[in-house]
């Protein structure tokens, strides 16, 4: 995970994009910026392919790329560009946009987000990865575009905060902003369906380690999330038979069923162990709050596993584990799942009202678009934050007189209305700030991914 910054158009906005850089420092280790006429680019690096020689902003002397991500298939792109030398697929990646264009990106395999930009043209082309795994913002203000990894490095602009979608790449100007447009749609089937179920078990298996083995090509150590459920049982045993150097972390309540069958799966294949026990009186308000700075995801099982992967991050970055793409079963899974039953009574309309807030201000980001894969339009906050014990009602399931119950009940604690028209929208800082405490952001790594 690294995060990048850059500022393309006329004037003096040096104190700005120090401000950006400031805003992304969890995301990396290493801060590297450069400067042309008309252009700051620069990034939060966490150094994982070539360490000490991919240095960014990288270029080719026409050409400026920041790069947040990994090509999985950039030996293989190499051979074809014969593009060998130092960078690995930092410089890969450049050198495949100086060859295909804007038809390069249909050629990578990985997770990426990033940003080619030509000084001398005064324009910039960006591209997500087809999942969205990597995220990317963009803003217009003071004749100038501004990009970055995070939302909460554009809020101090002032101005409607952009998302780029997953799987849409385009140019951009200071003038004009962004125009992208999909390069990939993942719902056009192109494979013959597979009738046989030995032969689709054959393929599930055979891409299942596959992904494995592509993210855990490191000479690092290689960490892997277990949750105790299937899918990331199976990444650990792939893992562990694919890199000599492996580690599971554990987060859950104690004596849940998934974490004793993680202690027990982990003490079978001989893997190494960090376990992280969290009791639900430990989750309060404030651990709440910060879940939503650092993710910027308001759902509530998106919070649930931000709330709980906290806690389990610093775990791995005190074993020595960089938090980076590598990781393997990202998500906490359900033996996190007995943690966050509960709200503590005096804390529940507090929390109620923190998320709703941010809710419905981030689903506003970008009116076109949404926040795509990073914040999914479902019903939000289906929890007992919304009634009593099991009931996980949320207005958009209910009617009649218990959701306007919930609606009003919401809307007192707020101070807004909860719908998606104007009376519901507020700025992207307000969610931001109001997730943080403060205008800054809480000052530890970001744990989107990796291990």
């Known amino acids: 995970m690294c995060g990048i910054a850059l500022v393309l158009g006329p004037g003096e906005a040096s104190g700005v994009f120090a401000g950006m850089l400031a805003a992304l420092a969890p995301r990396g280790e290493r801060l590297e910026a450069a400067k042309w006429p008309g252009l700051l680019a620069g990034t939060q690096r966490l150094a994982i392919v070539d360490r000490d020689r991919a240095v960014q902003p990288w270029t080719?002397?026409?050409?400026?790329?920041?790069?947040?991500?990994?090509?999985?298939?950039?030996?293989?792109?190499?051979?074809?560009?014969?593009?060998?030398?130092?960078?690995?697929?930092?410089?890969?990646?450049?050198?495949?946009?100086?060859?295909?264009?804007?038809?390069?990106?249909?050629?990578?395999?990985?997770?990426?987000?990033?940003?080619?930009?030509?000084?001398?043209?005064?324009?910039?082309?960006?591209?997500?990865?087809?999942?969205?795994?990597k995220p990317l913002y963009w803003a217009a203000a003071g004749g100038r575009l501004h990009l970055a990894s995070e939302i909460k490095a554009l809020v101090p602009l002032g101005v409607r905060v952009h998302e780029v979608p997953p799987g849409h790449h385009g140019w951009g100007t200071a003038a004009g902003g962004l125009e992208l447009s999909p390069y990939v749609d993942l719902a056009a089937a192109e494979d013959e369906l597979v009738e046989d179920p030995a032969e689709a078990a054959k393929l599930v298996r055979a891409a299942l380690e596959d992904s494995v083995r592509v993210r855990v090509d490191?000479?690092?150590?290689?960490?892997?999330?277990?949750?105790?459920?299937?899918?990331?049982?199976?990444?650990?045993?792939?893992?562990?038979?694919?890199?000599?150097?492996?580690?599971?972390?554990?987060?859950?309540?104690?004596?849940?069923?998934?974490?004793?069958?993680?202690?027990?799966?982990?003490?079978?294949?001989?893997?190494?162990?960090?376990?992280?026990?969290?009791?639900?009186?430990?989750?309060?308000?404030?651990?709440?709050?910060?879940?939503?700075?650092?993710?910027?995801?308001?759902?509530?099982?998106?919070?649930?596993?931000?709330?709980?992967?906290?806690?389990?991050?610093?775990?791995?970055?005190?074993?020595?584990?960089?938090?980076?793409?590598?990781?393997?079963?990202?998500?906490?899974?359900?033996?996190?799942?007995?943690?966050?039953?509960?709200?503590?009574?005096?804390?529940?309309?507090?929390?109620?009202?923190?998320?709703?807030?941010?809710?419905?201000?981030?689903?506003?980001?970008?009116?076109?678009?949404?926040?795509?894969?990073?914040?999914?339009?479902?019903?939000?906050?289906?929890?007992?934050?919304?009634?009593?014990?099991?009931?996980?009602?949320?207005?958009?399931?209910?009617?009649?007189?218990?959701?306007?119950?919930?609606?009003k009940e919401r809307g007192r604690i707020t101070g807004t209305r909860t719908g998606r028209g104007p009376h519901g929208r507020q700025l992207v800082q307000h969610a931001v700030h109001a997730a943080s405490g403060s205008n800054g952001v809480p000052g530890h790594r970001n744990h989107n991914r990796h291990l």
């Open 60 to 133: 080719d002397g026409r050409r400026v790329l920041c790069y947040n991500g990994e090509l999985f298939n950039y030996r293989e792109l190499a051979a074809e560009l014969t593009a060998g030398g130092p960078g690995g697929d930092t410089a890969v990646l450049l050198a495949a946009f100086a060859r295909w264009g804007e038809q390069a990106v249909r050629r990578f395999r990985g997770e990426y987000a990033f940003a080619v930009a030509e000084p001398r043209a005064g324009r910039v082309y960006v591209a997500r990865d087809p999942l969205g795994v």
């Open 218 to 407: 490191t000479d690092l150590p290689v960490g892997v999330i277990l949750s105790g459920g299937l899918d990331s049982s199976l990444t650990l045993l792939h893992a562990r038979e694919m890199h000599p150097d492996c580690v599971a972390f554990t987060v859950g309540a104690p004596g849940s069923e998934d974490l004793h069958y993680a202690r027990r799966l982990c003490a079978d294949l001989g893997v190494p162990h960090e376990v992280v026990e969290l009791s639900p009186g430990q989750i309060g308000l404030a651990a709440i709050r910060e879940a939503i700075a650092i993710s910027e995801l308001t759902e509530y099982g998106d919070i649930i596993n931000a709330v709980v992967s906290v806690p389990l991050f610093r775990r791995v970055r005190q074993a020595g584990i960089e938090n980076n793409d590598r990781q393997a079963g990202k998500n906490p899974g359900p033996g996190a799942n007995g943690i966050v039953r509960d709200v503590e009574p005096e804390d529940r309309q507090q929390a109620l009202a923190l998320i709703a807030r941010a809710e419905n201000t981030l689903r506003d980001v970008t009116p076109a678009a949404g926040l795509g894969a990073r914040i999914p339009k479902g019903p939000p906050l289906q929890s007992q934050v919304d009634g009593e014990g099991d009931d996980r009602q949320s207005p958009q399931r209910l009617k009649g007189k218990r959701a306007r119950e919930i609606r």
